[in-house]
């Protein structure tokens, strides 16, 4: 059975940093794309980025430039970090554990870490 569990969110001011992680178990991690969604108040969950087993990586628009992630396949861990945060990046972060086609999430989902940035 895949679980996930993410961690690493807060509240954090505009312009600062967190990084997320996504601890993952039950999967074959190392084979698999893992991708990090994100769901605001009202709004649709949507692609935040993605990264392929082999280290491919896709980003919405929106956080190219800012945000960052990354998998360490020896700790079956992908992290994402957030740089130069702004209030609309303020949402519940989700893991996914497959993903496919740089895009459409199939797998397990983990229950989610909220981040909060102030203005």
């Known amino acids: 059975q895949v679980q996930l569990v993410e961690s690493g969110g807060g509240l954090v001011q505009a312009g600062g940093s967190l990084r997320l992680s996504c601890a993952a178990s039950g999967t074959r991690f190392r084979f698999n794309a893992m991708g990090w969604y994100r769901q605001a108040p009202g709004n649709q969950r949507e692609l935040v980025a993605t990264i392929t087993g082999g280290g491919t990586t896709t980003y919405a628009d929106s956080v190219k430039g800012r945000f960052a992630i990354s998998r360490d396949n020896a700790k079956n861990t992908v992290y994402l970090q957030m740089n130069s945060l702004k209030p609309e990046d303020t949402a519940v972060y989700y893991c996914?554990?497959?993903?496919?086609?740089?895009?459409?999430?199939?797998?397990?989902w983990g229950r989610g870490t909220q981040v909060t940035v102030s203005s």
């Open positions: 996914n554990s497959d993903v496919y086609g740089g895009f459409l999430p199939r797998g397990t």
